[in-house]
Structures are given as structure tokens and as C-alpha cells.
């Protein structure tokens, strides 16, 4: 495996291009494309997106991650930053996206996030965005202590596949919330839930789990999801 740095141009964007890191796997299996964004509070450097990036790529996902424009200050400047508003949020991955169809045409292309990553992901592919699938590393359905405020009013609108990957002790998702949105959802969706995980998904001690084993586990569902969802023609296999 090995990865290469990526600049993201962007029409306004004055301190730079936005840059990301894609990660190649040694063997192309044909496997989709994954395009990985972060969460609100952390970069693509942060240990949970580096390291899940590089477990996909040893599955043979070829994985572009990449800082949105706030992040990217915080990294070159070294100050906390509230993320962007959506607008902005969505044009640079809009650029990320195409980065990444440029890189690799053809080719079956899975936008995936943790947290408003994936939030951002769904809201760009019920607009139109191009895309095969989506992967949802917790999906924010609502703010905390506020299941009232659900965000899944755009669910109606997303047609391609769908794993989510939940929880059991999410703050910003309760399950039943979720099982009950995803009836409303337009395409095929799978749901997994994560036992004793928080939305970060670290877990409590006396769960008797590692972050390492639960981190394993969700790889291991997108690998056989994808592998179920989008099956890889005979020719292409080795």
C-alpha cells in the first residue's frame, strides 16, 4: 500500500488548494473508489479517518481523504476553526469528488463520512452529485438531546445504496429514529449497528472491546457490503 499527497483546487479558496492524502492499494482488484470525509470537530489527519483509510486500502479500496477548507486553516494556521457554512462545505467536496472521478473514470465511486462527512455526502448525492453508493461511519440524525430536529428530511431523495453504521451508545442518532427514517429511505439501505459504540466509536472498558476490534468489524461490513452490493465481473478478478 502506499499514498500519495493530492492537491484540491478551489475557485475561492485565497490561502490555497485544499490537500488530501489517496491511498493505492498494491494489488487494483477492481474494487469502487471511495471518497472519505471527516468529521466537524477533526481533519483527515485525525486517527479515526488516517487509520480507517488505510484499513480500506489493505481491503483494496483505492481511498482519497481530504480536509475541507476550515480544516485546512487549522492545519496550516494551528487554531481550532467552526466548519465551514454548507455551501462551502459542499463545493469542496464537490472538487474532492471530482478529483477522484478524474483519477479513476469508470469506476464505481462510494462517497463516504464520519459524521458530517457522510451528512455533507448524502446531502450532495439527493442534489445530484454523481455517485455509486454511500457509506455512513454515524450519521448525525440529529443534535444532541434534540431527536426532534432529525435530519433526514432528503432521505426520499437518495436512491443509490446505503450502509450505515451506528452505534449503539450515539448521542446524535437513536436507533429507533433511525430504523424509522430509513423507511422513507428511496434506495436499498443497510443498517449496522455497533455494539457499546459511541458516535466516535470509541467504546467503555467493561464492554470487553478494543476501538481496534470495532474499527475491524466496520471494515469488515464495508468490505462485504460492497462486495454484495457492487459484484465484481468475472474478467476483472484475478
Known sequence: MTHEPV???????????????????????????????HGAGVGMESPFIAETAADLCVEGFPVL??????????????????????????????????????RFPGRRLLLAGKSMGGRMSSYLVAAGEPADGLVFFGYPLHPPKRPDRLRSEHFGDLEVPALFLQGTRDALCELDLLRDALTHYAGPAHLHVVEAADHGFAVLKRSGRTCAEVRSEMISQVVCWEAETFPIPAERKD
Open 7 to 37: 492537491e484540491i483546487p478551489l475557485d475561492h479558496n485565497p490561502p490555497g488548494p485544499i490537500r488530501g492524502w489517496l491511498h493505492l492499494p498494491d494489488k487494483d482488484a477492481g474494487r469502487a473508489v471511495i471518497l472519505l470525509a
Open 65 to 102: 481523504r481530504f480536509n475541507y477548507a476550515y480544516a485546512q486553516r487549522m492545519l496550516d494556521e494551528g487554531k481550532r476553526r467552526p466548519p465551514d457554512r454548507r455551501p462551502l462545505l459542499e463545493a469542496v467536496h464537490r472538487r474532492a469528488a471530482a478529483t477522484l472521478r478524474a
